[in-house]
């Protein structure tokens, strides 16, 4: 619940921490209503498929967000349909 009401944190580092999909939801979430957030780095946290798409949902909602690292997380095809449509 942090990252929702954060209004100075502008990067946040969570790489290698094991967040999985639950996680990335948790994150997405907190992507929807955050306006601070420049920079969020999720390397190698094993989101898959429904992770990728949950973030692509918050970044729908997101217009602050510059910098994403995804890589390592396995998002596939599905994931990452969901993120090019959230950058439309």
Known sequence: DALK?????????LGENGIG???????????????ALLKLD?????????GGIAIGKGLEKN?????????RNKIGPEGGVALGEALK
């Open 5 to 13: 009401v954060n209004k100075s944190l502008l990067s946040l580092t």
């Open 21 to 35: 999909p639950d996680g990335a939801k948790e994150t997405a979430d907190a992507l929807k209503v955050n306006k």
């Open 42 to 50: 999720l390397l190698n946290n094993n989101i898959g498929p429904e």
């Open 63 to 71: 217009k602050a967000l510059q910098i994403l690292n995804l890589y």
